[in-house]
């Protein structure tokens, strides 16, 4: 029988290693020290940039490269036909949504982004604006904002059943109401229910694109991206072989308990707490880049954290 409990652990909850703690610090440390708070019009023209790259990135990291030239030309009206057409289409569906949560921020009415609804919706209107060529997967048709009706295989990896998938992602939206309190819980939760979400994998296809929107509305809940807007999909993507490197990492956070001490759930908490370091320090290393405090490696930013 399958149980939500099988992704537990969802957080560090218990002990959490003192690194973690100073590498959240410094991030939340780093972006209160932004130059004075940009005007209205510098800050959408800054998001506006994001944007773009959060779309070209997190498309490339399920494999669709739709490059940067192409998506302005989209967006300035440029008339783009057959393929071309096709994938500035599906990039500008994925700006539109993070338009989306940007406003809805900004108007305070931004809800809990580990919300099922909410990801519901970021769903529907990600796939609504998607082309029609790119709205199916195995000859299968995806339904915006459905969770899927089929057993899916990720890589070794084997989401819950579909029919589990409710009670799976009621679970997530539970687990991450309580894990994301305080300035440090809302930082710290962002690696794990990254992975959880991805894990689930509740929609038929979308479902990286769905965690890196839900990543960028949990940032800024936490106010890692708020005065000085930078892009975590490029932040995972970044450099050579980087791509690879996000897939490897979230793959290894699938691994089941490795013996006693190794936390209380089913999946390891070790593996939970490497991938929440590893995610962190491309988090650090982008906002130290972003705000101009220099090009250190992201293990030296934790390293520093630690002194």
Known sequence: METPGRMEPCGLEEEIPERLELAVDLALMLQKAVRPAPSSAELEHERREVRVMN?????KLEGIDVPIFLITRALSGESLH???ADLAQAAIAH???EAWIDDLHDRGQLPAPTDADFLR???RKLYYG???SM???DDQDVIPGEYRLFHVSVGRHLPPSPHCVPDFMAH???RYRGLTSGDRGKVLAIPAAHHRFSYIHPFQDGN???ARLMTHAMMLRAGLCNRSPWSISYALCEGQNQDRRYHEEMALADTPRQGDRDGRGNLSLCYLEHFTEWFLEQILCEISDTIGTGHASPENLVEAAAE
């Open 172 to 174: 997530f939206q539970k």
């Open 82 to 84: 057959g393929r071309e």
């Open 130 to 132: 998607m082309p029609v």
């Open 55 to 59: 779309a070209h990135f997190s498309l």
């Open 121 to 123: 919706e970021v769903h």
């Open 208 to 210: 990286g694109r769905v």
């Open 95 to 97: 700006i539109d949504v």
């Open 135 to 137: 709205r199916e997967l």
